[in-house]
Each structure stands twice: as structure tokens, then as C-alpha cells.
């Protein structure tokens, strides 16, 4: 079973259409959070939710929006792509309040070009 | 504010050389420090973590780290270069508390040739 699992693996899409990335955990984690890896590689956080309650939102435009149903699911819906939206999205999960202890599990990413 | 810097973007070793890879970090309190690997196409892998307890970390695939406060660094090391180590590695620090987050280094590409 994978810790982690995000859909889709890949994502391929025309400038100005509207897209999802799901993201699940199964480690009983509390904490949810979304990372962007741009083309450098480097990993900035987006959000985090904990127990369905966004507690970081880090000066991420207006056309990202995420959602917690549970704890166990965050997701990302993304509004009017741009160009400038191809990254690889990261999910990953940890648990309140030892998040160091509990450890930051992550997928296997969601790679998304937007043409 | 929390930050981590790795020196070198890119290091290059030989098979059965040494791998020191360098991380520097910088926090207000008593951090909580990883180091992740990202093979080709693939997702983040922890290593290793220093929580606190022992300065020396031993992780996965051979690799350990050591905490040095005076020099605020946690180094990571690895005796013998294999081919399958060729990845991208990053340090990370955490914040702790609610607002709980990772905040990276910019990587360093591991490069090794036969």
C-alpha cells in the first residue's frame, strides 16, 4: 500500500483550462501539506492543512484553491492554467505535534505541463 | 526567519570515493534538520533526521549526517560512492507547532562516474 498516492502521475494541458491533483495518505497522519518543484528543483511549500483546517497559505495566487474533505485527502484544484504553472506538485503528510518525530511523508509527485 | 543553504549544486565523485555533500542552516531555536534523496522522476525519499538525540545519524543506503551546532551544519557522508547513488539530495529544516513546514535547501546533483 502506498503511504502517499497522488493522481495523476502526469498531467498535460492547454493554457486556460481548470485542473485537479488528489492526493491521499493512509498513515493516520493529521497534516497534510502541497509543495511545488520547479524546473530548478526547488521545493516551496504552497499549504498545509491540518484535521480539514488550512494553516499555511503562502502567497500562492487566487487560482489555487485546495481542499481537505478528511484529513486523510488534500487536494488541489487549479483555475485558468498558465504557462508559468508547469512544476511537479508534491503532497505530503505529518502528524501534529511531532511532525519532526512523525516524519514528512511524500508522493511520487504530479508532473503538470501546461502548452 | 529559518533557511537552509547547500554549498555546490553539483558534485561529482568516483565509484568507492567518498561523498560529502554540505548543508548550513539557519534557526532561532534548536532545529529539527533531514536530508531527502529524488531519484530520476521519482518522489522524495527521506534519508535521515536529526530530532535532538544523537548528533550522529545513521540513515539509509550507508549514509549519515552529524550535527554540529557550533557550525551549524549537518553534513552528509557516505564512506563509498556507488553508481545508484547518482540523485538529487536535499536538506531540509522543519519549524515546529502548528504552522509545521519543511523548508529546503536548493539541492545538490550527485554525480558519479566510474
Known amino acids: 500500500d502506498t503511504a502517499v498516492s497522488q493522481t495523476p502521475k502526469y498531467l498535460v494541458t492547454q493554457m486556460g483550462n481548470d485542473k485537479s491533483i488528489k492526493c491521499e495518505q493512509n498513515?493516520?497522519?493529521?497534516?497534510m501539506y502541497w509543495y511545488k518543484q520547479d524546473s530548478k528543483k526547488f521545493l516551496k511549500i504552497m499549504f498545509s492543512?491540518?484535521?480539514?483546517?488550512?494553516?499555511i497559505n503562502e502567497t500562492v495566487p487566487n487560482r489555487f484553491s485546495p481542499k481537505s474533505p478528511d484529513k486523510a485527502h488534500l487536494n488541489l484544484h487549479i483555475n485558468s492554467l498558465e504557462l508559468g504553472d508547469s512544476a511537479v506538485y508534491f503532497c505530503?503528510?505529518?502528524?501534529?505535534?511531532?511532525?519532526?518525530?512523525?516524519?514528512?511523508?511524500f508522493g511520487s509527485g504530479t508532473r503538470l505541463t501546461v502548452v | 526567519a529559518q533557511s537552509v543553504t547547500q554549498l555546490g549544486s553539483h558534485v561529482s565523485v568516483s565509484e568507492g570515493a567518498l561523498v560529502l555533500l554540505r548543508c548550513n542552516y539557519s534557526?532561532?531555536?534548536?532545529?529539527?534538520l533531514f536530508w531527502y534523496v529524488q531519484y530520476p522522476n521519482q518522489g522524495l525519499q527521506l534519508l535521515l533526521k536529526?530530532?535532538?538525540?544523537?548528533?550522529l545519524v545513521k540513515g539509509i543506503n550507508g549514509f549519515e549526517a552529524e550535527f554540529k551546532k557550533s557550525e551549524t551544519s549537518f553534513h552528509l557522508t557516505k564512506p563509498s560512492a556507488h553508481m545508484s547513488d547518482a540523485a538529487e539530495y536535499f536538506c531540509?529544516?522543519?519549524?515546529?507547532?502548528?504552522?509545521?513546514?519543511?523548508?529546503f535547501g536548493t539541492g545538490t546533483r550527485l554525480q558519479v562516474t566510474l
Open positions: 534557526s532561532s531555536v534548536p532545529p529539527y
Open positions: 492543512y491540518n484535521n480539514k483546517e488550512l494553516i
Open positions: 536529526y530530532t535532538s538525540a544523537a548528533t
Open positions: 498513515l493516520g497522519h493529521d497534516t
Open positions: 505530503a503528510s505529518s502528524s501534529f505535534p511531532d511532525h519532526a518525530l512523525s516524519g514528512y511523508t
Open positions: 531540509a529544516l522543519c519549524n515546529t507547532g502548528t504552522a509545521s513546514k519543511l523548508t
